[in-house]
T-cell receptor, first 113, second 113 residues
Framework: GAGVSQTPSNKVTEKGKYVELRCDPI?????LYWYRQSLGQGPEFLIY????????DSGLPNDRFFAVRPEGSVSTLKIQRTERGDSAVYLC???????????FGAGSRLTVL | GDSVTQMEGPVTLSEEAFLTINCTYT??????LFWYVQYPGEGLQLLLK?????DKGSNKGFEATYRKETTSFHLEKGSVQVSDSAVYFC????????????FGKGTTLSVSS
């Protein structure tokens, strides 16, 4: 696609529920990143994929967070047993292999009530 | 660890005023430096970048020079416009495979006419 597409743009859920956030990167971009941006803060790194594999998942806050990219294109961020503190905007970005310029999607705003 | 520190906001200016947003970094390796901008209701966009010491990045009238001796990458614009009102993020990435962008907390700029 022309840009990085993220769905849903907004998600409201209740504490304890399971959530999936989807990212469709720019066609041909092999690197994909997930970030989390809380109100008034800069984006915080969560996980980085090179192709299908997670090259660096050191930013995932705990084992309730998981991400997959089974075919090396679309990625899904999965959050189990959501907590109010998970409320944030989740950003996805992609880039060419080895490039250091990331293109970001508009984000998915998650609100946990 | 690697980090980016930006001046606290908000920064409030009148149209045509001079803008400086300070950014300093700490890096274990040799980074590339970036400024990203987030306009209201939009996703993060790359504003400018510099990949080595003494490089100057520029775009849309904004400039920033990579100063290795002071580990800084301050953003400047000679004459701001109302349309420049946004949140500005300084960021770095190490020039090695498998690393992700590290962002500062962001500086909100508000320009009035």
């Amino acid at each position: 696609g022309a840009g990085v597409s993220q769905t849903p743009s907004n998600k409201v859920t209740e504490k304890g529920k399971y959530v999936e956030l989807r990212c469709d990167p720019i066609s041909g971009h092999t690197a994909l990143y997930w970030y989390r941006q809380s109100l008034g803060q800069g984006p915080e790194f969560l996980i980085y994929f090179q192709g299908t594999g997670a090259a660096d998942d050191s930013g995932l806050p705990n084992d309730r967070f998981f991400a997959v990219r089974p075919e090396g294109s679309v990625s899904t961020l999965k959050i189990q047993r959501t907590e109010r503190g998970d409320s944030a905007v989740y950003l996805c970005a992609s880039s060419w292999d080895g490039a250091n310029v990331l293109t970001f999607g508009a984000g998915s705003r998650l609100t946990v009530l | 660890g690697d980090s980016v520190t930006q001046m606290e906001g908000p920064v409030t200016l009148s149209e045509e005023a001079f803008l400086t947003i300070n950014c300093t970094y700490t890096a274990t390796g040799y980074p590339s430096l970036f400024w990203y901008v987030q306009y209201p209701g939009e996703g993060l966009q790359l504003l400018l970048k510099a990949t080595k010491a003494d490089d100057k990045g520029s775009n849309k009238g904004f400039e920033a020079t990579y100063r290795k001796e002071t580990t800084s990458f301050h953003l400047e614009k000679g004459s701001v416009q109302v349309s420049d009102s946004a949140v500005y993020f300084c960021a770095l990435i190490l020039n090695q495979a498998g690393t992700a962008l590290i962002f500062g907390k962001g500086t909100t700029l508000s320009v009035s006419s």
